[in-house]
C-alpha cells in the first residue's frame, strides 16, 4: 500500500518554477530523512535531494544545487522540493523516498521505500 504520495508536477517552460509536495499516510514524516529522485524514460534514477529528520543535513545533485531547495513542515506532515530555473533536463518523473534513518548519508542518496511518482515536464 502506498504511504508516500507526491503531488505538484506538471508542464513549465523552461526558467519556470515548480513545488513538489510528498505526504504520508499512517507515517509521521518528522522521524525520517526524506529524498527526492528522479528518473527520465530510457535512464539511470538519479538521486536529487535530501532533508534530513532533525539534524539539518542537506543533500543535493550537483546538476540542481543553487536551483532546487528542500524543506519540511513537520505541523502538515509534509516534505517540499522547491524547483526554480527549470530546465528541459529537468523532466522525470519525480519521486519522494526513505531509507528509514533519521540522517542523510554523506554522499546521493538510497531508498527503500518509494511514493508513486509526479511527473515533471520542462519544454517550450
Known amino acids: 500500500q502506498i504511504q508516500l504520495v507526491e503531488s505538484g508536477g506538471g508542464l513549465v517552460q523552461p526558467g519556470g518554477s515548480l513545488r513538489l509536495s510528498c505526504a504520508a499516510s499512517?507515517?509521521?514524516?518528522?522521524?525520517?530523512?526524506i529524498s527526492w529522485f528522479r528518473q527520465a524514460p530510457g535512464k539511470e534514477r538519479e538521486g536529487v535531494s535530501c532533508?534530513?529528520?532533525?539534524?539539518?543535513?542537506?543533500y543535493y545533485a550537483p546538476s540542481v544545487q543553487g536551483r532546487f531547495t528542500i524543506s519540511r513542515d513537520n505541523a502538515k506532515n509534509t516534505v517540499y522540493l522547491q524547483m526554480n530555473s527549470l530546465k528541459p533536463e529537468d523532466t522525470a518523473v519525480y519521486y519522494c523516498?526513505?531509507?528509514?534513518?533519521?540522517?542523510?548519508?554523506?554522499?546521493?542518496?538510497?531508498?527503500?521505500?518509494w511514493g508513486q511518482g509526479t511527473q515533471v515536464t520542462v519544454s517550450s
Open positions: 499512517e507515517l509521521t514524516l518528522n522521524y525520517y530523512a
Open positions: 532533508i534530513g529528520s532533525s539534524d539539518g543535513s542537506r
Open positions: 523516498a526513505t531509507d528509514w534513518g533519521q540522517r542523510c548519508p554523506p554522499g546521493p542518496p538510497q531508498a527503500d521505500a
